[in-house]
Nanobody, 128 residues
Framework: QVQLVEAGGGLVQAGGSLKLSCAAS????????MGWFHQAPGKEREFVAAISRRGASLYYADSVKGRFTISRDNAKNTVFLQMNSLKPEDTAVYYCAAAAGPLYSSAYSSRRTNYDYWGQGTQVTVSS
């Protein structure tokens, strides 16, 4: 059974930082591209960042470029999202997701339907 478990969310002031992690089990982690999405109340789930299987390709939403960094540790079956210079508009539930297909482009990586497994999410709240 595949499980993706996010951690690291919380309450932070604007301008602060958080580092999210997502631990995967039940799959061959190195064979999956990984993505982060977020969903604010009343809004659709939106793409944040993605990383290819070996970490060679990184993709970011325009809204987080220069502030967020995605990385992965295949030895520990974990993907990370370092979030700096947080803004109130970053407030959302953050989900990690695993894609069996190769993440070969930003457009492909940003589509929710290209991901096969999802975590339960972790809340990030940024106060002004």
């Amino acid at each position: 059974q595949v499980q993706l478990v996010e951690a690291g969310g919380g309450l932070v002031q604007a301008g602060g930082s958080l580092k999210l992690s997502c631990a995967a089990s039940g799959l061959t982690f190195s064979m999956y591209g990984m993505g982060w999405f977020h969903q604010a109340p009343g809004k659709e789930r939106e793409f944040v960042a993605a990383i290819s299987r070996r970490g060679a390709s990184l993709y970011y939403a325009d809204s987080v470029k220069g502030r967020f960094t995605i990385s992965r540790d295949n030895a520990k079956n974990t993907v990370f999202l370092q979030m700096n210079s947080l803004k109130p508009e970053d407030t959302a539930v953050y989900y990690c997701a695993a894609a069996a297909g190769p993440l070969y482009s930003s457009a492909y990586s940003s589509r929710r339907t290209n991901y096969d497994y999802w975590g339960q999410g972790t809340q990030v709240t940024v106060s002004s």
